[in-house]
Every structure is written in structure tokens, then in C-alpha cells.
């Protein structure tokens, strides 16, 4: 899923002095790895809602869970390094702050509605409703990044582009794909035809977040490496 894209230095490491900080490339490696096994954890996740693993849908589930995690650990960590920024005199960007906020609800709301998708809970209309408000939130949050942008070079600016399409097109994707969930589409040929599209759109979907995480991760290291030659 989606998680915060700016094209400043980043201060990952939260305790160390904000100039160092947006120095180091680690901590936006960590973040990347991170957001690397979620993005597997929920391609994976997205398999078992084919009709043909619908037996196995509690798997899948987890898969979503245990992403919705690490998704969390990274969103949670982008706006704490926001607030942290912040407080640097003369930088006070909301945008940054709105968009972060909605990439960690959106990331709460997929984690919750995991959870209500188990079958041993068996919410799945409160679920669905969950996946479609953060996905909506997932959609609308890289909009307010981009009009951050500025002051990039060619190669970045590129890289920006394709990270934003990337976590839009996914969140559509999700957003389309957890609707029909609301319904009771019963187990027809016309609703086993429609649950094989709604698997794969989520799990198209679940490659555009992880591609878009990638995309994410070679502008960051493009900015690096243009901000230590200057």
C-alpha cells in the first residue's frame, strides 16, 4: 500500500540531528525492506481470494495481516519523521502531515478490516468497508504529494511520476475490488466468474503498491546521491 513520497531529504533517524539524519541512507533502506516482505505478504495474500483457494481464505487473510504490519511500522515511522521536521524552524509543511496522516489510517483500516475478514469473525461487510475507506484514503493521499513537487531533476521527477501512478492505480484497483463484498453475490457461475476479477485486482493491485515502494526507494537514493554532491 501507499506510504509517504517527498522529494526532500528524509530525517529517518529519529535520533540523530536532522541534518545528519537526512544524510544516511539506511534508514530509508530499512524502510524499503520493510515495505518490501509486506508488499510479498499481501501478493500473497491476494492469491487465496481466488474462488479456487476460497477454502484457504483465512491464509490469505494473514497474508494481508501480517503486511498491514509491516505497512504500519512504515507510515507510523513516515509521520513521526514529519512531526519531527516540523519542528525545524521554518518548515511548516502541512501537506506532508495530511498526506502521512492518510497513509497511516488508510494502513489502520486495512489492518482492522484483516482482521474482521477472517472467517472465524466473519465481518466481511464491516471489512470491505474498511479496505474501501483506506483505499479511497490511499487514493486521494499521493495527490497532496504531488503538489509538493518541485525543484527535481529529470531522472527524479520520473521516478516521482511512476511511484505516484503506481500507489493510485493500485488503490483503485482495491477500491473496486473490495465493493462487491458489500454485496451477498451468492455462489453462482456469474459470482465464481466475479470473484476470480476481484482476485485478480487485488492482486495486481498488491504488485502496483510493491512496484510503486520501488520505484519509491531509487528517487530516494537518486535524492541522495544528488544531495551529498552538492
Known sequence: MPHLFVNRSRAYDLLESSEKAGRTF?????????????????????????PALEAELNWGVWGFFIGSILYLLVTAHDVLEVLRYRREPH????????????????????????????????????????????????????????LQV??????????????????????????????????????SRLAIELSDFLGAQYLVGSVLFLAGGF????????????????
Open 215 to 230: 520505484f519509491n526507494y531509487l528517487r530516494a537514493w537518486v535524492r541522495v546521491r544528488e544531495y551529498r554532491s552538492q
Open 26 to 50: 539506511v534508514w530509508e533502506s530499512v524502510n524499503a525492506i520493510l515495505y518490501v516482505f509486506g508488499g510479498v505478504a499481501f501478493i500473497f495474500g491476494s492469491l487465496f481470494f481466488f
Open 91 to 146: 518548515r511548516g509543511r502541512s501537506l506532508e502531515l495530511v498526506a502521512a496522516s492518510g497513509y497511516l489510517i488508510g494502513t489502520i483500516l486495512f489492518l482492522v478490516g484483516s482482521v474482521l475478514f477472517f472467517t472465524f469473525v466473519d465481518l466481511t461487510v464491516a471489512g470491505a468497508w474498511c479496505f474501501i475507506i483506506g483505499s479511497l484514503l490511499f487514493t486521494a493521499s499521493p495527490f497532496v504529494n504531488v
Open 150 to 187: 518541485h525543484h527535481l531533476s529529470a531522472r527524479a521527477l520520473r521516478l516521482y511520476t511512476l511511484t505516484g501512478i503506481s500507489f493510485v492505480a493500485g488503490a483503485v484497483l482495491f477500491t473496486t475490488a473490495s465493493i462487491p463484498y458489500l454485496w451477498n453475490i451468492g455462489d
